[in-house]
Antibody, heavy 118, light 112 residues
Framework: EVQLVESGGGLVQPGGSLRLSCAAS????????MKWVRQAPGKGLECVAN????????QYVDSVKGRFTISRDNAKNSLSLQMNSLRADDTAVYYC???????????WGQGTPVTVSS | DIVMTQSPLSLPVTPGEPASISCRSS???????????LDWYLQRPGQSPQLLIY???IRASGVPDRFSGSGSGTDFTLKISRVEAEDVGVYYC?????????FGQGTRLDIK
């Protein structure tokens, strides 16, 4: 059974940092693109970062470029999102999502909430 | 970035009646391999989104056949033949033909 379990969310002050983690199991982690998708309170979905299976390529939405870093450890089946210079508009639930190769995003974690507030 | 526009944004439906959601993209979602990279997701209250339809019209595993997707190019539709109580939630279309993937604003389906 595919499982994606996020952790690391919490309350942080504006300008602060937070590191999210996602523990993956039930599939060959090293063969899939992985993503972080966020959802601000009462709002829609936004894909903030992507990473290639071998970690050699990353992609970011413009609003987080230079502040967020996605990374992975294929030996530990783990995905991370380092978030620096956090702003109030980064407040959201962050989902770890398995990429699809064109067959849809079929597996999502339960999400971890991040609140940026003083 | 490709902009995805859904309508309506709110959809009250009587159980047993059909429902339809439209999604339009600012660019064609047809890729050079002939596939159209348009997905539909349902986010039930308090849950993570779940995949309903991929490549425009293919139902994901376990999705009831009352859900169907159609369309091409820039115009797409999700249809529910007979709405049930468990179909309540927010429906999102998503394009995956170009990075960054982008979602529609969401359509909230409620039971009348």
């Amino acid at each position: 059974e595919v499982q994606l379990v996020e952790s690391g969310g919490g309350l942080v002050q504006p300008g602060g940092s937070l590191r999210l983690s996602c523990a993956a199991s039930g599939f060959t982690f090293s063969t899939y693109w992985m993503k972080w998708v966020r959802q601000a309170p009462g709002k829609g979905l936004e894909c903030v970062a992507n990473i290639k299976p071998d970690g050699s390529e990353t992609q970011y939405v413009d609003s987080v470029k230079g502040r967020f870093t996605i990374s992975r450890d294929n030996a530990k089946n783990s995905l991370s999102l380092q978030m620096n210079s956090l702003r109030a508009d980064d407040t959201a639930v962050y989902y770890c999502v398995r990429g699809s190769g064109g067959t849809g995003l079929g597996y999502w974690g339960q999400g971890t909430p991040v609140t940026v507030s003083s | 970035d490709i902009v995805m526009t859904q309508s309506p944004l709110s959809l009250p439906v009587t159980p047993g009646e059909p429902a339809s959601i439209s999604c339009r993209s600012s660019q064609s979602l047809l890729y050079t391999n002939g596939d159209t990279y348009l997905d539909w997701y349902l986010q039930r209250p308090g849950q993570s989104p779940q995949l309903l339809i991929y490549l425009g019209s293919i139902r994901a595993s376990g999705v009831p056949d009352r859900f169907s997707g159609s369309g091409s190019g820039t115009d797409f539709t999700l249809k529910i033949s007979r709405v049930e109580a468990e179909d309540v939630g927010v429906y999102y279309c998503m394009q995956a033909v170009q990075v960054p993937i982008t979602f529609g604003q969401g359509t909230r389906l409620d039971i009348k």
